[in-house]
């Protein structure tokens, strides 16, 4: 993995090229944390012995035998997750109590002395197959305290954990993250001891630094989750899921990554009863979601299963709610594709043009000379468009450059700041989300405006870097609508997969179409050939909202579909655009996508594969349509 980040690097740094490339500034993110900065958000999942004593924090003499669901089903919650556009989850595998919910042979605190299954039964397992399964990372959370554990705060522990740590790593596949809690000490019941117990401090008495040197040898893509900061990604500072901007990713001459985390239920990370009325609302998670992704970090959202083993209902439908909501945000970007022209490019070689920040290539990026730290480009729209959301990416994999940056449109004849400048004395804390300045760019900031904007004409202007700006995207993008967030929530609760039996297919490469839509995700439909399509003869009208694509699964990535148009009709000539946008992360985390949009009748739909990874090529492994039967 390292080699090929290098050989990345080597290709972006352009040596056989006619201009340079700039060379990498400051500290820069290693592969596997670029990667997982493009995950944006996933579920965490807290169940164990919390969840039946209305407790968040176990004190370490709970009875294993309180843990009895009886309709626990791992797969149907990694669906919903899955579902609701999330890109994984980490599973709470021991909290605080000591209760390990997997068969450890480090104590006998552990699941084989529950009922469940007769003592046969893993958490762990059934979590990590159900990921593996629909191809869903995967990541586990173990608790640094130990309550229950007799030899916590002495030397022994680390035996203790340490083990933990490798069964985990070694028995369950691959661990995309693990989470280390900052919980380090207290009362607890310590095996009957029943004490206060300090351990210091806690990088010295875990020694982390061999922690992170076990997990980098037993599973190196993993990323670390604290481990006082010796690991790859740290706290956002507070559990309402915001973090605090600007945001810089380098700390002590490290790349360490933020990550937002909140519960979506008011009532607290476990499950408890009568939670059903603090569920958040998905306008909040969109505020949420804005106040961590759209300030350069991650979001990690938690549910958590009832005691019979399954998530509550109210939570799953604010999660679909929400996730429709984001789907429809980020579903087209009316800067795709504009023309853009810059001050400077550098060399004038056309690989760092201005065009590069509407390419829809999230890769590729515009730069000017070494020197120029103060570059501006002026963004032309076909046509006049309304936005309310800016959103920017540098290419991080040269380093974090950008300190402040301003954006204007045009409006009524004159330019109209509608993104002001930030100052460096200016930081932004929880939910202030609306007209925000523009500090820092990092992976990526999107700044919701106060008002939507109409315009056809804006400039970009980088106001402070610390070298010579390298930006990758500039996108325009619309939050829906108080009344379109209403129909978002509620009008897919009865859409389905409609049935593939007795379709008909044309357009490029027909006689592969069918492989699309026959439930084999090593088969597809494939085409060289960008932009491609094909058509989907439904033969009867349905009311169709949306779609989901799977991409292709053979571990290879050229023609990849990556953008994507979606038209309906009803007779075959007249056609309709109803989405288009962006396959996001297919490199790192190529899993099944869903498109969706307002419901509407159709018995034609027409797939545009209008952009691939890797060169010329069209493909899709499997897709399904969404929808009901349509009434006469």
Not at 85 to 103: L, V
Request: proline share 5%; glycine share 10%; hydrophobic share 35%.
């Amino acid at each position: 993995m390292y080699k090929k980040y290098l050989l990345t690097l080597g290709c972006l740094m352009g040596t056989l090229s006619a201009a340079t490339a700039p060379a990498p500034y400051g500290t820069l993110p290693t592969e596997q944390q670029v990667n997982w900065l493009r995950m944006e958000w996933y579920a965490f999942v807290h169940f164990g012995l919390n969840t039946y004593t209305n407790r968040e924090w176990g004190y370490g003499d709970e009875s294993p035998q309180l843990f009895k669901p009886g309709n626990f089903d791992a797969e149907a919650i990694v669906r919903t997750f899955k579902g609701a556009g999330m890109n994984g989850m980490i599973y709470t595998a021991k909290h605080h109590d000591g209760f390990c919910t997997w068969p450890t042979l480090s104590t006998k605190h552990n699941i084989t002395q529950s009922p469940w299954k007769g003592g046969k039964g893993d958490v762990v397992k059934e979590f990590a197959n159900a990921c593996q399964k629909h191809n869903f990372p995967f990541g586990t959370y173990l608790s640094p305290w130990d309550r229950n554990c007799a030899e916590y705060g002495r030397k022994g522990y680390l035996d203790v954990y340490y083990k933990q740590i490798e069964e985990l790593l070694t028995q369950y596949g691959p661990i995309f993250e693990i989470w280390f809690d900052g919980a380090m000490g207290g009362d607890g019941y310590y095996g009957g001891a029943r004490q206060n117990r300090n351990i210091g401090k806690a990088d010295t008495y875990y020694n982390y630094e061999q922690v992170v040197k076990n997990i980098r040898k037993l599973q190196p893509n993993c990323i670390i989750w604290g481990a006082a900061q010796r690991g790859d990604v740290t706290w956002g500072g507070s559990e309402k899921g915001f973090v605090k901007y600007p945001l810089w990713n380098v700390r002590n001459n490290k790349w360490i990554s933020l990550e937002g985390d909140t519960p979506i239920n008011g009532r607290g990370w476990f499950w408890h009863p009568g939670q059903e009325r603090n569920v958040k609302s998905p306008e909040h998670l969109m505020q949420v979601y804005m106040a961590s992704v759209g300030r350069g970090a991650n979001l990690i959202l938690n549910l958590a299963p009832n005691r019979d083993g399954r998530l509550d209902a109210a939570d799953v439908a604010s999660l679909e709610a929400f996730g429709r909501m984001r789907t429809r945000l980020l579903a087209k970007d009316y800067a795709l594709n504009a023309t853009v022209k810059a001050s400077q490019v550098r060399g004038n070689d056309a690989r760092f043009a201005g065009s590069a920040l509407t390419d829809g290539d999230i890769e590729s990026y515009w730069c000017p000379e070494d020197g120029t730290t103060t570059p501006s480009a002026e963004i032309l729209l076909p046509e006049p468009t309304t936005f309310d959301v800016i959103r920017l990416r540098e290419q991080i994999r040269l380093g974090q450059r950008v300190e402040a940056f301003q954006v204007e449109a045009w409006v009524d004849g004159q330019w109209k700041t509608i993104v002001a400048p930030g100052t460096p004395k200016e930081v932004e804390t929880q939910f202030n989300l609306r007209g925000g300045k523009g500090h820092t760019i990092g992976n990526q900031v999107m700044r919701w405006l106060k008002e939507p904007v109409t315009t056809d004409k804006l400039r970009l202007t980088i106001t402070r870097a610390k070298a010579c700006p390298c930006i990758s995207e500039f996108s325009l993008l619309r939050m829906p609508s108080a009344e379109e967030a209403q129909n978002v929530a509620t009008s897919n609760d009865a859409d389905k997969p409609l049935s593939s039996q007795g379709w008909t297919y044309s357009g490029f490469a027909a006689n592969k179409a069918p492989l699309a839509f026959d439930g084999k995700a090593d088969t597809m439909w494939s085409i060289h050939r960008t932009p491609s399509h094909f058509v989907v003869n439904m033969q009867q009208p349905a009311m169709v909202s949306g779609i989901s694509y799977l991409p292709r699964q053979d571990g290879k990535t050229q023609g990849m579909t990556s953008r994507y148009r979606i038209e309906l009709s009803m007779d075959g000539s007249s056609w309709k655009t109803v989405a288009e946008g962006e396959f996001g992360n297919l490199r790192a985390n190529p899993v099944e996508q869903y498109v969706t949009f307002a419901p509407q009748k159709a018995r034609y739909i027409r797939f545009f594969s209008t952009a691939a990874l890797d060169g010329v090529g069209s493909s899709v492994a499997e897709m399904k349509i969404y929808g009901r039967p349509a009434k006469n």
